[in-house]
């Protein structure tokens, strides 16, 4: 089993469209959770961490379920900028800070 | 958060040869992170670099094909040698600079090998 599995896609919404994408983790003891977005030929960059709690940003709200260890990331309203590859990222912490990326979600809103 | 002054952004280089990436923050970090981005893949980590000893590799990675430097708090570079065409691939550097606000990459450097 992969340590953070994502669905590739590609997710192909219209504009105005909720989307939801999630994602798996294996090791129950990680503890810090993270969407990056990442566009084309460029680096990744933090779109939100995810909270036990759940939290919201705008048109985004990333959620984790730790009993079924699985976050999911909400996009609601979509835009065309919204067009990129999302990451899931865990952080393992086994015994120091070491991220693991899923493979993306690729994302294209369509006008 | 901090920012990562990466270079080069690009290269092309011959096979058997070696290229240093280099990699500046603006601000001290106690540990930096070298990855591997292979086309269409997701990001592999290489490395971890703490200041003032010797890198720490993930299993498939090793020191004599990517030695690692980190002479200070704010610098690193990564050496990707006697390279082959399999070592195409973004490479890229990272920062944790607060847990709670992820992680901070460069903007990679592209590396083709013909």
């Known amino acids: 089993r992969k340590e953070v599995e994502q669905d590739p896609g590609p997710f192909n919404v219209p504009e105005g469209a909720t989307v939801a994408f999630n994602c798996t983790y294996s090791n129950s003891a990680s503890q810090s959770f993270f969407w990056y977005r990442q566009d084309c030929r460029k680096e990744p960059k933090l779109l939100m961490s995810v909270y036990s709690s759940g939290n919201e940003d705008g048109r985004f709200t990333a959620q984790l379920n730790r009993a079924s260890q699985y976050i999911s990331l909400l996009i609601r309203d979509s835009k065309l900028s919204d067009s990129a590859t999302y990451l899931c990222v865990v952080n393992m912490n086994t015994g120091f800070q070491k991220l693991v990326f899923g493979t993306g979600t690729r994302l294209l809103v369509s006008p | 958060s901090a920012v990562i002054s990466q270079k080069p952004s690009r290269d092309i280089c011959q096979r058997g040869t070696s290229l240093t990436i280099q990699c500046q923050v603006d601000s001290q970090v106690t540990m930096m992170f070298w990855y591997r981005q292979q086309p269409g893949q997701s990001l592999t980590l290489i490395a971890t670099?703490?200041?003032?000893?010797?890198?720490?590799?993930e299993s498939g990675f090793v020191i004599d094909k990517f030695p690692i430097s980190r002479p200070n708090l704010t610098f690193s570079t990564l050496t990707v040698s006697n390279m082959s065409p399999e070592d195409s691939s973004i490479y890229l550097c990272?920062?944790?600079?607060?847990?709670?606000?992820?992680?901070?990459f460069g903007s990679g450097t592209r590396l083709t090998v013909v």
């Open positions: 990272s920062v944790d600079t607060m847990a709670a606000y992820g992680y901070t």
């Open positions: 670099a703490n200041q003032g000893s010797e890198a720490t590799y």
